[in-house]
């Protein structure tokens, strides 16, 4: 057992606060020391484009790729929703945490729900499937860029800048901002993107030992319903410039697996949507689940709604 290792994190406050997570954890439950290795990745930098614009979630973990090839670290710990569906050749996922809220949280200081907010309110999301779902709703409204980390959003809220913002459910709580939440969108209301709330362990292929040891902190029923969503994504090229949605639910031993696609440019196109579900035992067969939903989605025609 590897008795020691370094983790490559991002220094926001939720990454940091990610990574100090699974050091606890690495400590209590496998007695593995862990030292925290801060990095700043060009998604953190670059704030004024969109993701779509400057090449998509991906920015966020390429440093700390870096960092696990060249050794400074052995395990990178990211927001599940943030990874690329594909890996480059080289690395692995080792474990996916136990999910927290995966829903999207409505934040204002002034009105309680999308619902309650004025025609033409500015309404704060960088997320292509967020604007979409929401334009789906409301488009009566206005959605503007909003980049940065949680706490640059939040700032830019009380600043004036918006009437609302959308943000995951997760990271607020997670950093004990649970009371900026005036509401949450249900999953029937906004479906979130693959991985929302989970943490996923990226380590460098072929680390066996820490591989073995890290997969005891595998949530088997998250790790499945995000396979499924992750796959849904990978059949349909899923990235930041396609507004995707997926989400998996567990209903006994039977996996429910919802999925919407949203055309990126003309947001009046109406949502596509599909549901699928089967007893899934393992990552194969939540794959195929995914895969599944990602063909219903084509049926209804989704490839039109693709990037060229």
């Known amino acids: 057992m590897t008795a020691s290792i370094t983790i490559a994190t991002r ?7 990610q ?19 801060g990095m700043t990745t060009r998604g953190d ?38 990874v690329p ?18 829903r999207d949280a409505f934040v204002s200081n002034d009105f309680a729900s999308l619902a309650d907010l004025p025609e033409g309110a500015v309404v704060g999301s ?31 809220l009380d600043d004036g800048g918006y009437h609302a913002i959308v943000l ?44 073995e040891s890290l997969a005891r902190l595998n949530h088997v029923p998250t790790l499945l319903a995000c396979e499924a969503e992750r796959a849904v994504s990978r059949a349909l090229g899923g990235s930041c410039s396609l507004p995707l949605a997926a989400h998996a639910h567990w209903q006994g031993g039977t996996l429910q697996l919802e999925a919407a696609v949203g055309h990126a ?17 393992d990552a194969g067969a939540a794959r195929e689940l995914g895969q599944q939903a990602a063909l219903r989605l084509r049926e209804l025609g989704a490839g039109s709604y693709l990037p060229g």
Request: hydrophobic share 45%; aromatic share 2%.
């Open 11 to 17: 220094e926001s406050r939720l990454a940091l606060w």
């Open 168 to 211: 995951a459910a997760a990271g607020l709580k997670r950093l004990g901002l649970a009371q900026r939440i005036r509401g949450f969108f249900e999953i029937d209301q906004m479906l979130p993107c693959a991985g929302q709330g989970a943490l996923g362990l990226e380590i460098r292929a072929g680390d066996d030992g820490l591989a």
């Open 126 to 156: 960088s997320s292509l499937r967020r604007v979409t779902q929401i334009l789906s709703r409301r488009p009566d409204l206005r959605v503007e860029p909003l980049r940065g980390n949680l706490d640059t959003r939040l700032r830019k």
């Open 19 to 37: 990574a100090e997570h699974v050091q606890a954890r690495l400590a209590a439950e496998l007695g593995i020391t862990a030292t925290l290795l």
């Open 85 to 102: 569906m594909e890996l480059p050749e080289g690395f692995v996922l080792a474990a996916v945490l136990e999910r927290e809220d995966p």
């Open 265 to 281: 440019e003309i947001h009046a196109s109406p949502l596509l949507r599909a549901s699928v579900s089967a007893s899934v035992a």
């Open 45 to 82: 930098q670059i704030l004024d484009r969109t993701l779509s614009k400057i090449g998509g979630k991906g920015l966020f973990v390429k440093e700390l790729e870096a960092a696990l090839a060249d050794g400074r670290a052995q395990l990178a710990v990211h927001s599940l929703k943030d």
